[in-house]
């Protein structure tokens, strides 16, 4: 039982590239999500699904896609990269709302745009 | 505009003291807080929760208490131990999908 992964852990991205951020869970949650963390700002949600087929904005979607096409997967995706996305990404999810429900956090994903 | 705020950066403590962390929201909707723990190079793990009709929760070493009418809740660490250092991070929601974030404290327990 794996939990959260995210792939990858480090990137380093020129402006105007666009790349995948991959998260996968095990644990057959609906709910998925993605934060960016940056300092002074704590975590700011991006976007997120409440299930497969289904997703939503959250605070700061600007610049970021999201699709969710399976119940264990949520990649998000950056189509021109700007220096302002340098960040610490974290993926979470649980089993339905994260009101009452535990979130599980991945590991990160630390990207650099230069 | 931040609706969760953590206005101290930094909190450092001896072992075996009590470590008290705030955090003051302005969105009045909010009625469910709750905290997590993040160590360095790991992601956040959940830790303790409260709903807007409580004023009090316990869990073991962690108690969190809820001041609605002053829109401020504090975590209570006791007695703080060395693998309490950690980053703590307090969030709010008001409604079921999105959850709000204060920007962190981070505790350093000395020997």
């Known amino acids: 039982n794996a939990g959260v992964t995210q792939t990858p852990k480090f990137q380093v991205l020129k402006t105007g590239q666009s790349m995948t951020l991959q998260c996968a869970q095990d644990m057959n949650h609906e709910y998925m999500s993605w934060y960016r963390q940056d300092p002074g700002m704590g975590l700011r949600l991006i976007h997120y699904?409440?299930?497969?087929?289904?997703?939503d904005q959250g605070e700061v979607p600007n610049g970021y896609n999201v699709s969710r096409s399976t119940t264990e997967d949520f990649p998000l995706r950056l189509l021109s990269a700007a220096p302002s996305q340098t960040s610490v990404y974290f993926c979470?999810?649980?089993?339905?709302?994260?009101?009452?429900?535990?979130?599980?956090f991945g590991p990160g994903t630390r990207l650099t745009v230069l | 505009d931040q609706q969760v705020k953590q206005n101290s950066p930094s909190l450092s403590v001896q072992e075996g003291r009590i470590s008290i962390l705030n955090c003051d929201y302005t969105?009045?909707?909010?009625?469910?807080f709750l905290w997590y723990k993040k160590y360095p190079a790991e992601g956040p793990t959940f830790l303790i929760s409260i709903s807007s009709i409580k004023d009090k929760n316990e869990d073991g070493r962690f108690t969190v208490f809820l001041n609605k009418s002053a829109k401020h809740l504090s975590l209570h660490i006791v007695p703080s131990q060395p693998g309490d250092s950690a980053v703590y991070f307090c969030?709010?929601?008001?409604?079921?999908?999105?959850?709000?974030f204060g920007a962190g404290t981070t505790v350093t327990v000395r020997a």
């Open positions: 699904s409440v299930g497969a087929g289904i997703t």
């Open positions: 969105n009045s909707m909010f009625d469910y």
């Open positions: 969030a709010a929601i008001f409604n079921d999908y999105k959850l709000s």
């Open positions: 979470a999810s649980s089993s339905q709302t994260p009101r009452y429900n535990e979130q599980f």
